[in-house]
């Protein structure tokens, strides 16, 4: 379980979406290699420049590599705090990498840039026009060289698993799907390819209620199929709780960790755990931070 130093001297978690607990770590040395962290982590954009801008600031927090296992941790803030700075840090991709002070660690290692232990899924629906959804699903495959016939079978089974139906909608293209489709699509793509951490930046946004639910409930049986660390984007609060093993709450920007909570796996399927009382505690607990943090900008 992962420990946000700057936030466990002043900040109690929630664990079981409701009840405080002090979190006791196991000595350092018994522990693997973090699968991502941040320490002091500061960007500013536009160095030296009338547009100056600092996204982020000093930003400190571990993820523990748990045997077997991946955390799924959701950020959530104000508008414009700096989530998914924090997010393509970690994906290592420009103009957001590299940081401007402290340094971001990917399973010991100092990130020096994209890599394949990494996937990424963006809000927008990032799928290639002119293939279908197999050769869609299957680009990173192949881009590894491996052939055709056995990237094809993989491929099949992962348009199964999101969901799509493999004679009628393997053929097809992105214009032919709807838009949650092709958010599954997107998703097969990254997962495919089983990286060690899952970056997700609002992939569920743009769908509507009906839609965003039944894919939480989809993605949370993948994670726990795939075994990954998911860093998970997102401004729905119910979201973020449903999905997440904890939160991390930003601050108003420069984004800074505030509180790191400790959330209850789900039991029910996302429209179900939406009516249950310790849901919703947690639910109105984070949605008073956000609200008092809004309204002091």
């Not at 077997?68 to 970690?90: A, W, Y």
């Not at 743009?206 to 993948?222: C, E, F, I």
């Amino acid at each position: 379980m992962s420990q946000s130093p700057a936030a466990a001297s002043n900040s109690p978690q929630v664990i079981g979406m409701g009840t405080v607990l002090d979190h006791v770590r196991a000595p350092r040395e018994l522990q693997r290699p973090h699968v991502v962290e941040f320490r002091k982590v500061t960007k500013t954009y536009n160095v030296g420049k009338a547009d100056e801008f600092t996204a982020i600031r000093d930003v400190t927090f571990v993820v523990e590599d748990l045997a077997d296992k991946g955390e799924f941790v959701c950020v959530l803030g104000p508008s414009g705090c700096g989530k998914s700075t924090i997010l393509r840090l970690i994906a290592g991709l420009e103009p957001q990498h590299p940081a401007t002070g402290g340094e971001v660690s990917i399973l010991g290692q100092p990130v020096v840039g994209s890599g394949s232990d990494r996937g990424m899924v963006f809000q927008d629906y990032t799928s290639f026009d002119h293939r279908t959804v197999l050769e869609n699903v299957t680009f990173g495959l192949e881009c590894l060289h491996m052939p055709r016939k056995q990237r094809d079978e993989l491929g099949r089974e992962w348009i199964h698993k999101m969901g799509l139906n493999v004679e009628t909608d393997a053929h097809k293209y992105p214009h032919e799907l709807s838009g949650g489709m092709r958010q599954r699509v997107a998703i097969a793509r990254t997962l495919i390819l089983k990286p060690r951490i899952i970056l997700m930046d609002e992939p569920f946004g743009a769908l509507d209620p009906l839609t965003r639910l039944n894919m939480q409930d989809l993605l949370v049986k993948l994670w726990k199929e795939v075994q990954a660390t998911v860093f998970f984007i997102t401004h729905s609060i119910e979201e973020a709780v449903f999905l997440g093993d904890r939160v991390y709450l930003m601050s108003n920007s420069p984004g800074t960790i505030l509180e790191e909570l400790e959330i209850e796996p789900a039991t029910l399927p996302a429209h179900e755990m939406q009516r249950q009382p310790k849901f919703l505690e947690a639910v109105y607990y984070i949605r008073d931070k956000i609200t008092k943090l809004e309204s002091n900008q």
